[in-house]
């Protein structure tokens, strides 16, 4: 006779595919697929380029409109206007026999053929494995390549691994063949719910996902029919004509596949937006002006996400609020099988252990199929009346009471009633677990996941189901077999514990999902609203806010540093992905132009010019990373062609913001071509200009404003002066090494002119009339620009350095201008503590300038930690993050270690968006109008300080990079 073991609902030899992930095989609409055709044919590679530059978020009242749209929508309208997405959820696999004579081996005391219980968990297990491995590969290739590919690829795969199974001969064979249909069901397993959950609206999105688990029941109810109809044959093809159904089904779904849309929340965080929009306008009967709504809303939630945590990798579910997220989900995908799942639902073999005859054990079995479809069904009512918190927690508190009294009855007694009244409570356990545990823990897992690692979240949840699965699939033959332990219904005791122990846990941890969108799920789990408040908690996606930080104060210029410890960073190891997001960022705001308009160009200092030298840095930095699919390089060449009109030398501007000077010298540092580096020569002698050199003063003049004595058309200064048009020279000799002969010429007559400039009578170099002293338009950041760019004359400007370090006040910064009458500042903490005007400019340059004077040094090393100790008081600017002005650039002057991580970790996306919500002025926008500032501007100044942050001692870009 024959005997089979107990394989549960996530055992790859029972379920053949179970639930092809509810893909949508929504319409089959001839006017759809007339459209989808018809957009391949016109699609042109320019329209595409185009189409990924349209990044923009959609006004913010059309995401309200449509988050509050989404809430009110009730089923009946749900599915009337979604029944696309509703009916035509395809998932229908069937189970075949793997236990056999043939596999077997034959036990004389108990006259029947068993495997051991080493055999039996190692067939199980063995797939489970690959199912794991499987599920990690499908979390990246899903959330790269998208969900229909990786399907049609799995089924392909799958089409071919069938052959192993069906022609095993030996059992170590028959475990090649299901270990690597094991790969394939790892994607099927992880894919169903996350794209369940994708192409829904609210309404419904709690019923779709549950539907995975009505699939199970409809792929077990067949395949226990397709068993029971086999059982009356004896030849090998009892076994092999299960696994040969399988071949029914890969091509017709992959065809059915081609022609389903792809998730809309994918395309959006691809941003494909015109294919998001033609994919919600396929997937219900929407309005144009509907699925815009809808596509704001989508839009809407993935830049909040980005906001609040950065990053989209596994690592990414561990942390921040994620990591939370993360937990719910695992520990509710293995309460599945902690509830018992193993030893009761699929019980055909522990009926056979506990005295029931085969043909009644596998009739039973149909019937308890029978009973999860019904019980499945009966849990979309349920979900109308109940939320998700309570299903859960109450239905594996049931079930645990069910198992309990199995383990009872077998202990009490071995009579046929004790025997029956076992095969009753396992059937009550079934329709418990099938109205809840089972169904909804689809919907929790669909739901706690955040949108942007929604296929990393779902992988790790079903792979900690899977691992657990393996466990109980090594304990459960033990326990039920007879030449085992064979503690038949006593194993009930074991599993009712398990079960207990999630019931607790979902009392403490388990939050209520139903009813919430996805953006106020991202803000409830971000407050961290406890568990139990859930459902009561009011949340507004659009105008809700968040604490600053734990512990800090806010002040008219900035944030008091009163945190009881540092700040981790915890991307420290890893800033790639900060950086990569950041230039996603820019490129969808600010994308490369054909034509550009005077406003998008300020040189380097702000505009495209200086975006374009950001990607240069990244190319030679990182020249593997890829954004939006092209190299950094292809990006700078974008931005650096686009055409600028005839952009001219301008009165007062030679420096960094100069257009004409800044496009002409990173054009030839981006092409390396000479004829480039000419171009740019031809200004320089303009620069030079006539103005007025070693005037001597006289009493006729000692007493006029100094703009009114001279004539020079151009300042000194970095920004705007010949400063910059120096390290401009010095851009071009550093990235064109062939021009150092053409280039140091004028480099010589540019150093000469700056170091022969006196602008007041007195040797000094002014900017607007004033003695300024800062890094952007001072003494300290002229000197820095003419020593890099030429270290010899390092002790011709000591003395200018000197008085510099003299300058510095009590609390270690420096005035922004010399007092008129050159006397010190009288309240030192009204100057502000940035880049550009105070001290974290001047320890960024002393940092630099402190090899080439060794006779100052001692005095430079006590400056440099009095600014430094000054930026960790006061450096927590509440101005916008930026390099110039802001915290990010204060960042940079501290050593690798909890001070400088203190900084970064506050300037990531999660905490300035966490700061804007929950005060206006913090961090609000404050870039003077400039577009895209590289120097002042949020998203260009994070992508450098990410890619700078590992260094020692960061170089500042537009400063000292070079």
């Not at 089979?4 to 053949?16: C, L, N, P, Y």
């Not at 207990?500 to 953006?519: I, K, N």
């Not at 006590?862 to 204060?890: D, F, M, Q, Y």
């Amino acid at each position: 006779h024959h005997t089979f073991v107990s394989v549960d609902k996530g055992d790859s030899s029972v379920a053949i595919f179970y639930s092809l992930y509810t893909l949508v095989f929504l319409h089959c609409k001839l006017d759809y697929i007339e459209d989808r055709m018809k957009s391949a044919q016109d699609a042109s590679p320019e329209a595409e380029h185009e189409d990924d530059l349209k990044a923009n978020l959609r006004s913010l009242q059309d995401a309200q409109a449509a988050t509050t749209a989404e809430q009110e929508t009730t089923l009946r309208q749900a599915l009337r206007e979604n029944w696309k997405a509703a009916l035509c959820l395809m998932s229908n696999f069937f189970g075949y026999p793997t236990f056999q004579r043939k596999f077997g081996s034959y036990y004389p005391e108990q006259d029947t053929w068993q495997l051991t219980g080493a055999w039996q968990a190692g067939l199980q297990n063995g797939t489970n494995a690959c199912v794991i491995i499987g599920g990690f590969i499908n979390g990246w290739a899903s959330a790269k390549f998208g969900y229909k590919v990786v399907t049609q690829v799995a089924l392909a795969c799958m089409t071919g691994f069938i052959f192993i199974s069906f022609f095993a001969v030996r059992i170590e064979m028959l475990l090649v063949g299901q270990m690597l249909c094991g790969l394939t069901w790892g994607v099927y397993a992880t894919t169903s719910p996350a794209y369940a959950s994708e192409v829904c609206p609210l309404a419904l999105r709690g019923y779709l996902t549950v539907y995975v688990n009505l699939c199970w029941a409809m792929g077990q109810f067949l395949s226990s029919g397709v068993l029971r109809g086999m059982l009356q044959y004896d030849t090998e093809w009892s076994w092999r004509v299960p696994i040969a159904i399988q071949w029914m089904w890969p091509v017709p779904i992959m065809i059915a596949i081609f022609f389903a849309p792809e998730s809309p929340w994918w395309l959006v965080k691809k941003g494909r937006y015109e294919d998001a929009e033609k994919s919600l306008l396929a997937l219900s009967n929407r309005s144009r002006e509907q699925a815009q709504a809808t596509l704001a809303q989508m839009r809407h939630t993935i830049m909040l996400e980005s906001s609040i945590e950065s990053g989209s990798n596994y690592l990414d579910c561990f942390r921040g609020t994620n990591r939370r997220r993360t937990e719910i989900c695992m520990v509710v995908f293995a309460g599945q099988q902690l509830s018992g799942a193993v030893f009761a639902y699929t019980p055909t073999y522990f009926f056979l252990q506990a005295g029931i005859s085969t043909e009644n054990a596998f009739t039973i079995a149909i019937g308890s199929t029978a009973m999860a479809f019904i019980g499945t069904c009966v849990s979309w009512v349920l979900l109308t009346y109940f939320g998700r918190r309570t299903l859960y927690g109450t239905g594996i508190a049931m079930a645990s009471c069910s198992l309990l009294i199995v383990g009872i009855c077998s202990a009490a007694t071995t009579a046929s009633r004790a025997q029956w009244a076992q095969v009753a409570f396992v059937l009550v356990w079934k329709l418990i677990y099938s109205m809840t545990v089972g169904p909804i823990c689809y919907a929790i897992i669909s739901e706690t996941s955040a949108v942007r690692l929604r296929p990393q979240t779902v992988v790790i949840a079903r792979n900690t189901y899977a691992m657990t699965q393996i466990v109980a699939n090594v304990l459960n033959p033990y326990m039920l077999n007879p030449i085992e332990w064979n503690w038949k219904g006593k194993a009930g005791f074991f599993w009712a514990g398990t079960s207990a122990c999630v019931s607790m846990w979902s009392y403490f941890r388990l939050p209520e999902t139903q009813g919430r969108t996805y953006e106020e799920l991202d803000l409830l789990f971000h407050e961290e609203v406890p568990a139990r408040k859930f459902k009561l908690t009011h949340v507004d996606p659009q105008t809700s806010s968040l604490p600053t930080s734990q512990g800090s104060t806010m002040s008219q210029r900035h944030i008091v540093n009163d945190f009881s410890t540092p700040l981790d960073f915890p991307h420290l190891k890893s800033p790639e992905t900060l950086l990569l997001s950041s230039l996603q960022r820019i490129l969808n705001s600010s994308p490369p132009q054909s034509t550009y308009t005077k406003a998008q160009l300020s040189g380097l200092l702000s505009g495209h010019t200086g975006i374009a030298y950001l990607f240069l840095q990244v190319a030679t930095s990182l020249p593997k990373l890829h954004i939006h699919g092209y190299p950094a390089r292809h990006w700078a060449q974008a931005y650096i062609s686009g055409a600028r009109g005839h952009p001219a030398l301008e009165p007062g501007n030679c420096g960094i913001a100069s257009e004409i000077l800044a496009h002409a010298a990173v054009r030839a540092c981006i092409t390396k071509d000479l004829d480039h580096v000419r171009n740019f020569l031809v200004s320089l002698p303009q620069v030079l200009g006539a103005g007025i050199v070693d005037r001597p003063t006289s009493p006729a003049t000692e007493g006029q404003h100094p703009e009114s004595r001279q004539a020079d058309p151009f300042p000194t200064d970095l920004f705007y002066g010949r400063a910059g048009a120096l390290y401009l020279l010095r851009l071009i000799r550093h990235w064109v090494p062939q021009s150092a002969p053409l280039v140091e010429y004028w480099i010589v007559l540019l150093t000469n002119r700056i170091l022969s400039t006196d602008d007041d009578g007195k040797g000094n170099w002014l900017w607007s009339g004033s003695r300024y002293l800062g890094a952007g338009h001072g003494d300290i950041g002229i000197i820095t620009q003419l020593v890099l760019t030429t270290p010899p004359l390092a002790p011709r400007l000591s003395e200018r350095l000197a008085s510099l370090l003299d300058m510095q006040l009590e609390d270690g910064n420096w005035p922004s201008v010399e007092p008129a009458d050159g006397s010190r500042m009288s309240s030192p903490t009204e100057e502000p503590v940035q880049w550009c005007h105070g001290a974290p400019g001047f320890v960024l340059s002393l940092l630099s300038l402190r090899p080439f004077f060794p006779m100052l040094r001692e005095r430079i090393d006590v400056a440099i930690e009095k600014g430094r100790a000054l930026t960790w008081e006061r450096g927590l600017l509440r101005k916008e993050p930026s390099l110039c002005h802001g915290i990010l650039g204060n960042a940079l002057i501290f050593s690798p270690g909890p001070q400088r991580n203190h900084f970064l970790r506050l300037g990531t996306p999660e905490k300035v968006a966490e700061a804007r919500r929950a005060d206006a002025d913090v961090f609000a926008p404050a870039s003077y109008g400039k577009e895209c500032a590289l120097l002042m501007s949020y998203e260009p100044s994070a992508a450098w300080t990410w890619m700078a942050c590992q260094r020692q001692t960061p170089r500042f870009i537009l400063y000292n990079d070079i």
